[in-house]
């Protein structure tokens, strides 16, 4: 584990920029073999998943539509709150699609059990999973993503789109923030 903190005492690199980038491309590969060449609707859950979404899209090539969802269930705070809610629908159906929904962290499982739910209400041909981070050590519900890029310690994670009130987003590395 680095000791490199950006400056910011609060918190410490778990997963350095090049180790998630390697990972990206082979997370492409795998997602690619399964779902074969053909267009996928990547479902962006906002706003975690926002440069995630960014580099896999780019990552899997090929067709590929761009969708997102808002969600929120934290409210600023670092625990979840269990109350999963849609602030931003689907802007076009997914009826017939092979959708890809894209998660930065599962950690109680609350919402991604939720939006797979809510998108096979939609009619998709399929629904996979990917998130970049699993917490498994904090599930409250039976789920795993089908892909998943790193499993982690039941500790609160900042960067690469993962944010604490909004700051921290920017951070090209995922890190550990202890108070
Ligand atoms: P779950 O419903 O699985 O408990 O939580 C999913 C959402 O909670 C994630 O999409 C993310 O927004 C937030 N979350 C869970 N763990 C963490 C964490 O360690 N750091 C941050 N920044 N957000 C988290």
Redesign the pocket.
């Known amino acids: 584990m680095s000791a490199i903190s950006h400056g910011d005492p609060n918190i410490r690199v778990l997963i350095p920029e090049e180790r998630i980038q390697a990972r990206v491309q082979e997370l492409a590969s795998e997602i690619r073999a399964e779902i074969g060449h053909g267009p996928i609707t990547c479902i962006g859950?906002l706003k975690?998943s926002f440069i995630f979404m960014a580099d896999l899209v780019r990552a899997l090539g090929g067709p590929v539509r761009c969708e997102f969802l808002g969600v929120s269930?934290?409210h600023g705070g670092?625990r979840?709150t269990g109350v999963?809610r849609i602030s931003e629908d689907l802007r076009h159906p997914i009826e017939g699609h092979h959708c890809l929904l894209v998660?930065?962290?599962?950690?109680?499982?609350?919402?991604?059990d939720y939006l797979r739910h809510f998108l096979e209400g939609r009619k998709p041909a399929s629904v996979r999973t990917v998130a970049l981070l699993d917490?498994p050590g904090?599930r409250e519900v039976e789920i795993t993503a089908d892909h998943v890029g790193f499993t982690i310690p039941d500790?609160?994670?900042?960067g690469y789109g993962?944010?604490?009130g909004e700051l921290y987003r920017n951070l090209p590395f995922i890190a550990v923030y202890t108070p």
């Not at 500790?155 to 900042?158: A, D, I, K, L, P």
Request: overall charge negative; glycine content about 8%; proline content about 0%.
């Open positions: 859950v975690g269930s934290y670092t979840s999963v998660e930065d962290i599962v950690d109680t499982g609350l919402t991604m917490k904090h500790e609160f994670v900042v993962l944010d604490l």
